[in-house]
């Protein structure tokens, strides 16, 4: 079937500055400032977000779940990267 | 793993209220009944957008234009949130309208009656919002994760849809008699099909029982329906506007209205498309589709050129 | 006939009201007929900005009239002759070319008008001017894409994108006109000299008509005799419908 709609953006919004994009769903459009318009039509009606991405759906790079856990599992066993691993002695502050 | 094993591993990930995300491994029957619900639910919303719009150029204030069109704006945006959560399962927006104009996928059948007055508004953001909103509640906590966070963030924004047609059906109540009368009237023609949009009784509908036990629907039609009757019946009181069903009663045993039995006749005779208005509505949104490919066209055209 | 500022300021605010008021309920005709469902929800929005417009430009009309007349009075109980919206946003919504067309044509004027109404001596009329100029900066962005991408798409779009500018140009004169009353607006320091409005604008607007590959439409005879077209008089019927059969109703 031929694609009259145009292609899928994925939508990103900042609800605030220097607050992270955060992903808040996908519109239709042909180009790059169709898609922003039509972004901000449908996910920034409301609320008056700070920051807005599109992005092509078919450009992002995802993990598949099939492969999910061998891929993100050794990261869970690495106790070192976090900062409750370390003991702080009593007495010493702003550490 | 075979088919089996895979199977029963799903269903615990969805009894301990787990959402599947659209890559996640799902049975094919799953993802057809996700499909065809909120595919349906998408093409309610859009052709939802119709008979209340026949109403916009004519608002009698700027206040009310100016609601009616942010309402009906939001009904296209909730078609666009819907229709985006289906296309995650693999279907194209395209596929999906072309199954609507074939007549394979259905929507809402209550917006096949006509709006015959101003008061008619005030009624479908009463009544017909307020049974969607009463299956939509219960649908933030479906299984599939997409279908689950659209619903969320539609039930936040149509909460005041509901409160702008009860606002319009005060007015209308408590003014001329006159425009009583067109109160009465418009809640005469929408309390049945309100009540018909909840579908079929339990024991009469066949997709209930797997919809129930995948989770992706979460309560049942006659539970949805009387939760719905229960909280309407005393706002038609407060209105002073009599609701059309001479069995309607209070029973004080159960702790829930009786009422009278809805015609299904008719509700089978709109479903299969000879509501009062399914031509129309069709016909509508074939026309519209038509008119713009030109301008799809020419966009699509104006983006090959830029890359 | 010699007007006070007062009666002039009432003119003027009808002026810009009224075309908001036309234009937006031209727009809301669009609603549920876009030629895909993200453009029918950006026509609500512009629809939707406009009427905004047209309730705080009608409301201050009415207090500038004193005879206590609301914005919805103005609107909905005011017959066809005394409307003093521009002729070309009454057009009807022939196709999307059309409303692409009337809308980024209007779109330039608003930029141009509201962003030297900003520093108006009526500090009403500098607060408005401010507020609805971040709208139409964007409905200008909006429009305008469109505009190039109707002219440089295809064969079709580009036919239909270029009749509409041609139909509708014949409108531009009446919109483009100093009326006799700005006279003393302009010379108080209230309002901007459309003259040079006039010229700014059809700068840009041929530069955006060219940029997009069409040609200007040629100036054809300007008819002075009629401030409306019969398409007004259709709109008002049905737009003031309620308040007309059920007077003294309220909604």
Known sequence: MNNTQGPVWEVFTQKKSG???????????????????????????????????????????????????????????????????????????NL | MDFQEKLHEFQQYIDAEEKI????????????HNIRQISQHAHSEVIGMQPEGKWITRAPTLRAKKI??????????????????????????????????????????????????????????????????????????TSFGPYSRAMLRICNEESFHQRQGYEIMLK????????????????????????????????????TTKGMLWKI?????????????????????????????????????TGHYDTG??????????????????????????????????????????????? | MIMDTQQALFQYCLRLGDTNLILGHRLSEMCSRGPMLEEDIALTNLALDHIGQAEVL??????????????????????????????????????????????FMVDVYHCLLYQKLQKSNNEILAGMAGRFLKESIYHQRHSSAWVQRLGLGTAESHRRIQQAFNDLWKHTPEMLAAKPYEKKLIDYGIVPDPE?????????????ITQSGLRRPADSFVETYTAHTEHLGHLLAEMQYLQRSYPGAKW
């Open chain 3, 58 to 103: 009608l409301q201050y009309a009415g207090e500038v009239e004193g005879k206590g007349r609301s914005e919805d009075d103005l609107s909905y109980l005011r017959p066809v002759d005394e409307f003093r919206n521009w002729r070309l946003v009454e057009q009807p919504n022939t196709d999307f070319a059309y409303v692409i067309a009337r809308q």
């Open chain 3, 196 to 208: 040079e409005l006039a010229l700014d604008w059809t700068v840009q607007v041929i530069r955006v």
């Open chain 2, 172 to 207: 209308m109540a408590k003014g001329s008699p006159e425009q009583h009368e067109m109160a009465q009237d418009a809640l005469n023609r929408w309390w049945w099909p309100a009540l018909m949009m909840f579908g079929p009784h339990d024991n009469q509908s066949s997709r």
């Open chain 2, 261 to 307: 039995e809805i015609n299904w006749e008719e509700f089978n005779q709109v479903i299969h498309g000879d509501g009062p208005c399914n031509r129309e509505r069709m016909a509508h949104h074939k026309n519209v589709h038509a008119e713009g490919a030109w301008v799809r066209e020419a966009a699509a055209a104006y983006a090959a050129r830029q890359e």
């Open chain 2, 21 to 32: 995300e659209p890559k996640d491994w799902m049975p094919e029957d799953y993802r057809t």
């Open chain 1, 19 to 93: 607050a992270p994009y955060q992903h808040a769903g996908s519109v239709h459009a042909f180009d790059k400032e169709m898609a922003l318009e039509n972004a901000r039509d449908l996910y920034a009606r409301r609320d008056k977000p700070s920051g807005l991405w599109v992005v092509p759906a078919s450009e992002i790079v995802a993990v598949s779940p099939g492969d999910a856990a061998p891929f993100f599992d050794p990261s869970d066993d690495k106790v070192y990267r976090h900062p409750t691993f370390y003991e702080v002695p009593e007495g010493v502050q």
């Open chain 2, 68 to 141: 009616l069109l942010a309402k009906i704006q939001d009904e296209g945006g909730h078609g666009l949130y819907l229709y985006s959560a289906a296309e995650t399962l693999g279907i194209s927006r395209d596929e999906m309208i072309a199954q609507l104009h074939e007549g394979k996928a259905k929507y809402s059948s209550v917006f096949n009656y006509p709006t015959l007055n101003w008061a008619d508004i005030g009624a479908i953001g009463w009544l017909v919002d307020g049974a969607a909103v009463t299956n939509q509640l219960s649908l933030r906590r």
């Open chain 2, 217 to 253: 629907k979460r309560a049942s039609n006659d539970e949805l329906r009387q939760r719905f009757i229960d909280k309407t019946v005393p706002q038609a009181v407060f209105l002073g506007l009599k609701i059309p069903d001479p069995k309607l009663r209070w029973n004080e045993a």
